[in-house]
């Protein structure tokens, strides 16, 4: 595993993008609108790559639980591509494929979780620039990243099935040009989306549903 700075580990989970309104927005204590808060339940994910389930644990992370739930029982992530993946370490998603709807999230900011389930394989965390910046970007856990457990990045959900689906993900772009990578421009996928990854990453899969089980 690559040792990495803090300052290298936020670039690598940046939630805001450059260009993106970053000192902008308020920090909402719960979700926009209200959610269903059972305890734990499950989230299907259908990908180009085949299907895997997450499993949410409220009691790990509340308001990261909470607005997952908000996200995928809007719709958000369908359609939304895995745009960075670094091999043994994350898979990184959240920008919808609609820069409207990426926009309209891009303010909603909801407060932190601390931290009470260590960045093991397979757990499910919101993206942050620092304090009070979470909004629609996650990562999946591609190896026990125990660092990260300090630096505020709260696990809310675990993969438990297809954890073989996600680590199949296509991540042959590599990361992006702010890691030294040839892979999408964080910047560009927010303002362009669907459209600027279809043109020149069309390798990458996609989320085509993503469902709360049981409802």
Excluded: H
Aim: aromatic share 10%; net charge neutral.
């Amino acid at each position: 595993m690559r040792n990495l700075s803090l300052f290298s580990l936020l670039g690598i989970l940046v939630l805001f993008a450059p260009g993106c309104p970053g000192g902008q927005g308020s920090t909402e204590s719960a979700t926009s609108s209200p959610v269903d808060s059972t305890s734990v339940y499950q989230v299907e994910f259908t990908t180009t790559k085949g299907v895997f389930v997450v499993e949410v644990n409220r009691d790990w992370a509340p308001r990261g639980a909470d607005r997952f739930r908000e996200l995928v029982t809007t719709g958000y992530f369908d359609d939304c591509s895995f745009f960075r993946i670094v091999p043994g370490f994350i898979v990184q998603f959240g920008i919808n494929g609609d820069p409207a709807r990426t926009k309209e999230w891009s303010s909603k900011r909801f407060s932190d979780d601390p931290v009470l389930e260590s960045n093991r394989a397979g757990t499910l965390v919101f993206a942050t620039a620092g304090p009070g910046t979470r909004t629609t970007q996650l990562f999946i856990n591609l190896a026990d990243n125990a660092r990260l457990d300090k630096s505020g990045f709260s696990p809310f959900a675990k993969v438990v099935s297809g954890m073989d689906v996600v680590k199949s993900l296509y991540s042959g772009y590599g990361d992006g040009p702010s890691q030294g990578g040839s892979g999408p421009d964080q910047g560009r996928v927010t303002s362009q989306g669907a459209t600027y990854l279809d043109a020149n990453f069309p390798k990458l899969d996609k989320i085509t549903k993503a469902r709360v089980l049981g409802q």
